[in-house]
C-alpha cells in the first residue's frame, strides 16, 4: 500500500504533500524542483501537454494553446477549452495539471501516487467538488476525500483539536480571496462561516500595476492606450512585469522594471496606494463573514491565519492588524499549508477509518505500516486521532436555501429563504404551510439557491432573478374537499455531503412527495470512462 498524499489544486498553483513516518508533513517537489507547480497546462499537441512552468511561459508565445485558471470553470459543463477539433472539459484540463503532480512526486519517491485527498474552496457547491473529484478519478487517483482549504490549512498549522478555539483564515491567493472562520473543539473542526470574493486575488493588484506601467508609458512617449493595448507583445511583457515588480515590492520599497526596452518605476508606496481599494474590499468582506459567524454565536477569535500568496505582500499584515489590533495574526506557510494539510487529514482518516465521519469517502484504503506509524505520530504529537478518535470536519452549505410560497398578507407567490448560507451540515428545516384555496388537490413545491444571507432582504424574500431553482415537482391528489389552509409539512434535508432533498406530507391522508436536488452540472459515467481513456493516452511533461 503506498502513500496518501495531499493536493491543493490550487487557481494559480498546485502543491502535493504527504506526511512522512515521523508525522512530519512533507512537500514533494516537482521536476524542475519547485515546491509548487503553475496550474497551467500548455497543449504543444493531442498527445503531448506540459504543465507548470513552461506552460506558463508558452503563454507568451502561444496563448491559444495555453489554458490557466481552470479552476474558475470547474462545475461548469458550458465551459470547453478547443485545442484544434479537440474539447477539453475542466475536469480534464484539471486532471492534467493533477496527473503532472503525481507523475512528478512518483518519480521523485519511487512510488505510485494512488491516494489523495484533493482540497477546494469552501465555498465550492456540490457540482464543483464533484468535478474536483472526477478530475482525480480521470488522472487515475483514488479521491478519498475532498477538503476544503482553509480547513486544510488551519489542519496543518497545527491546531490542537483537543482545544477549543476559533481560527479565521484569510486566503488571498492568485484568482481568489476567501475568509472562513473556523471552530475547533474535542476533535472536531468545525466551519462556522465561509465568505470572501472568487474574482479577487493577486491577477487584480498585477492589473493594478499594469494600468499603472500604461499610464507611465502613454505619458512619456505620448501614445494613446488604445496604442498600447493594440501592441500584442508590449503588452504580454508588461503582464509579466507587472507581477514580478508586485512580488519585489514585498521585500523592496521602489521596483525597476525593462519592458520592451522601456523603463518604469514604481514604489511600494503607489503601488500601495494604488491598490488600496482591493484590500479594502478584503476588509469589508472579512466584516460580512464575522457577521455571519455572529450570528451562529461565534464573536470571539483566538488567531486570524493568513495563507496564499498574496499575504506575501506587506500591506496585507499592515491592514489587518490596524483593523483588528486585539488579534493575533499568524502566517501559515502560504505555499504548503494547504497541501500538508490534506495530507495530514488523509493520514489520519485512513489509519482511524472506523471513527472517522463526515467528509470522507468509502472507498478508504487498507493503509500501510507507514502510514499507521504517521498517523500514531501525528496523534502524539498534535492530538489529533489515536484514542481520542479521528478529527471530524463538519462542513456548512455556502448557498441559502429558498421555497416558493404564497404570501398570505398580499396573495402574491414569493421567494423565501428557509435554510441560510453558513448553516452547519446536515441540517433538517421542517416548514408548515396551508393550501392556498378551497378544495386544492395539488401542492407545487419549487426550491431555489441564492446567495442572500439571513436577513439581507425584508422578511427574507429573495428576488426571484437573483436565485436559481434547483428542482420543482407536484405533491397530489389530495383528498377532494378540503378546506384553505389545510396543512400541509415540508422537510429539507441536507445531507453532511451538501445534497439536498425534500418530504412534503399531507400528514391526514398520508399523501407525500420526495423530490432530490441532483447534481446538474458534472460529467456522466461514460464521459468519464472516455475521459480516463483519453488520459491515458497524453503524455505529461
Ligand atoms: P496562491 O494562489 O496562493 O498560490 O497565490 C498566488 C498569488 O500570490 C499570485 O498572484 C502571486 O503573484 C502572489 N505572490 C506570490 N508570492 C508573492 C510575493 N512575495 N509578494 C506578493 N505576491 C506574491
Known sequence: MSKIFGIDLGTTFSCIAYVDEYGKPVVVPNRENSPVTPSVVFFENADNVSVGEIAKQALQSEPDLVCSTIKRQMGSQEFTFLVGDKEYKPEEVSALILGKLAKDASEKLGEPVENVVITCPAYFG??????????????????????????????????????????????????????????VADNVIEVVATGGDHHLG????????????????????????????????????????????????????????????????????????????????????????MAEAKRKGVDAYDKILLVGGSTRMPQVMKRLQAEFPSMTIEYCDPDA????????????????????????????????????????????????????????????????????????????????????????????????????????????????????????????????????????????????????????????????QGLLSIDARHPDSGVTKHLEVKLQNVMSEEQLEQAKEQFKGISIL
Not at 148 to 156: D, G, L, R, V
Not at 238 to 248: N, T, W
Not at 392 to 404: E, Y
Open 126 to 183: 456540490l457540482d464543483e467538488r464533484e468535478a474536483t473529484k472526477k478530475a482525480g478519478q480521470i488522472a487515475g487517483l483514488n479521491v478519498l476525500s475532498i477538503i476544503n482549504e482553509p480547513t486544510a490549512a488551519a489542519i496543518s498549522y497545527g491546531l490542537d483539536v483537543q482545544t477549543q478555539q476559533t481560527v479565521m483564515v484569510y486566503d488571498l491567493g492568485g484568482g481568489t480571496f476567501d475568509v472562513t472562520i473556523i471552530k
Open 202 to 289: 493577486g491577477k487584480d493588484w498585477d492589473n493594478a500595476v499594469r494600468d499603472f506601467f500604461i499610464d507611465e508609458y502613454c505619458r512619456e512617449n505620448g501614445t494613446s492606450r488604445e496604442d498600447v493595448a493594440s501592441d500584442f507583445e508590449l503588452m504580454a511583457d508588461l503582464e509579466v512585469k507587472s507581477e514580478q515588480a508586485k512580488v519585489q515590492l514585498s521585500e523592496r520599497e521602489s521596483t525597476k522594471m525593462k519592458a520592451n526596452g522601456y523603463r518604469v518605476e514604481i514604489s511600494r508606496e503607489q503601488f500601495e496606494s494604488l491598490t488600496s481599494n482591493l484590500l479594502e474590499s478584503t476588509i469589508q468582506k472579512t466584516h460580512e463573514t
Open 337 to 496: 499549508a494547504v497541501a500538508k494539510g490534506a495530507a495530514i487529514f488523509g493520514v489520519n482518516m485512513a489509519a482511524f477509518p472506523e471513527r472517522a465521519e463526515g467528509e470522507v469517502s468509502e472507498n478508504a484504503p487498507v493503509v500501510s505500516e507507514e502510514t499507521q506509524k504517521a498517523a500514531e505520530e501525528i496523534a502524539r504529537t498534535w492530538g489529533i486521532g489515536s484514542g481520542q478518535g479521528a478529527m471530524v470536519i463538519k462542513n456548512v452549505i455556502s448557498k441559502s436555501i429558498a421555497l416558493q410560497l404564497v404570501d398570505p398578507n398580499d396573495g402574491v407567490e414569493k421567494l423565501f429563504n428557509f435554510i441560510f448560507k453558513n448553516t452547519t451540515i446536515p441540517h433538517t428545516e421542517t416548514l408548515r404551510a396551508g393550501t392556498i384555496v378551497d378544495n386544492q388537490t395539488q401542492v407545487h413545491l419549487a426550491i431555489f439557491e441564492n446567495d442572500y444571507a439571513a436577513g439581507a432582504v425584508p422578511n427574507d424574500v429573495v428576488p426571484v432573478e437573483d436565485a436559481k431553482e434547483l428542482t420543482n415537482g407536484d405533491m397530489g391528489p389530495l383528498p377532494s374537499g378540503l378546506p384553505k389552509g389545510t396543512l400541509i409539512e415540508i422537510d429539507l434535508k441536507i445531507d453532511d
